[in-house]
């Protein structure tokens, strides 16, 4: 027999709120407020692209060490606990932590290792620190977090698919409740990356709309707590939403390409509709992975046309890349955040700087302004590199 599972806590920290507040970011993101800004943490007078979006680096503080990466998801972590008043609620052993990121730490301690400054002995201390895995050691340990602990790696689908895998694990009866979300932090590493692949706009992010010139770089963090729904009633815990629905799926295609016809991502998407048990049509909002590049946008809308069917041209759809750009294993975990404010409020965010209408995007794209929409159950996408694919459908209690 399966375990419901809802979520009773957020926590989110992006550019558009670098002090971690939930709601300043809801707010933010409802509005369309301009995360997209110059580079600041690194020199980008040498690349064409000089736009990314950033937390400054001192509204992070520097309690703990561990670079930008970590602090950003312990501010994240430490929200999402605190709203939902887990600590000391409920059996260590029965807790577990699922991080999703791309990088990591990795770039931070790269940098110093490069550098040369420091001697041996503290040389080894910092690459201890730094790996992928050690970031979800850290907050394990922080909150005394007993259960299985694990790092997801795939591409920018991480913050989804650590989610995903959290709510299986409760899910199939395995844990009573998961901390889940993503963290990722800009670097010239992957701005010149990007900049190599001519991938990154010049100007603003423009998602769906027939002038879009290309993604922009950003970054934060988003975690969800899940619970077993038996016991967050019994604790009193205020639910926020359930996940109702999880898959995954490759294209198997290209290496940074998707497949045209978005073959993966509709698979992924059907997938986790299917697991509801709902049909199609009662889906009220969709969060598109919605990069703002030429072939990310249609196959993103072949997906959902094949997916949802006619539905796919009435459902209001909207990407929040438009202003906080590409979070990497962020950005999935942003966006199940997003969605549950959503299905809260009864608002949908719009998608910022929509232009022109692209007849290769015919969807409603709530272009510029919300819109107040009953929402009952969302659907939150997000498509990778080497053709990883992940779906989230998350409902109102």
Not at 231 to 260: E, F, K, Q, V
Not at 286 to 303: P, Q
Not at 340 to 359: K, M, S
Request: aromatic share 6%.
């Amino acid at each position: 027999m399966t375990e419901p599972v809802v979520v009773t806590g957020i926590g989110v920290i992006s550019p558009l709120n670098p002090e971690g507040d939930t709601e300043r970011f809801w707010t933010a993101i409802r509005v369309g407020e301009e995360g997209v800004l110059p580079v600041r943490s690194f020199d980008a007078s040498s690349y064409p692209c000089k736009v990314a979006a950033e937390i400054p680096r001192d509204m992070l503080g520097a309690g703990g060490g561990g670079g930008a990466v970590m602090q950003m998801a312990r501010i994240a972590f430490r929200r999402a606990i605190a709203d939902a008043d887990l600590t000391g609620k409920v059996d260590p052993k029965r807790t577990g932590l699922v991080l999703g990121t791309v990088l990591g730490g990795v770039v931070s301690g790269d940098r110093y290792l490069r550098g040369g400054a420091l001697q041996d002995e503290e040389m080894k201390s910092l690459l201890r620190r730094y790996p992928m895995r050690a970031i979800a050691a850290s907050l394990a340990s922080s909150a005394r977090i007993g259960g299985p602990v694990l790092t997801v790696s795939t591409a920018c689908a991480s913050g989804t698919d650590a989610i995903g895998i959290a709510f299986r694990k409760i899910r199939n009866g395995d844990l009573d409740a998961v901390v889940a979300g993503g963290v990722d932090a800009v670097s010239e590493f992957s701005f010149s990356g990007f900049s190599a692949l001519n991938a990154l706009t010049l100007s603003k992010v423009r998602p769906f709309s027939r002038n879009r010139s290309g993604i922009a770089l950003g970054e934060g963090a988003a975690f969800l707590v899940l619970e077993r729904e038996n016991n967050a009633i019994a604790r009193g815990a205020c639910i926020l939403g359930r996940i109702a629905g999880y898959g995954s799926a490759l294209d198997a295609t290209h290496l940074t390409a998707p497949h045209r016809d978005g073959r993966g991502l509709s698979s992924a998407i059907t997938s986790a509709i299917r697991e509801t048990g709902v049909e199609p049509d009662r889906i009220d909002y969709v969060n598109a992975h919605g990069t703002g590049t030429l072939y990310n946008d249609w196959m993103e809308t072949r997906a959902l046309r094949a997916s949802l069917g006619p539905h796919a041209g009435a459902v209001p759809v909207s990407s929040i890349k438009a202003v906080l750009g590409h979070a990497f294993g962020a950005a999935g975990a942003m966006e199940a955040a997003v969605c549950l404010l959503a299905i809260r409020d009864g608002v949908v965010p719009p998608t910022a700087n929509f232009e022109e209408a692209d007849p290769g995007c015919d969807i409603d794209c709530v272009p510029n302004r919300e819109r107040s929409v009953p929402v009952r159950v969302a659907l939150s996408v997000s498509a990778g590199f080497g053709g990883q694919n992940g779906a989230l459908v998350l409902a109102a209690r």
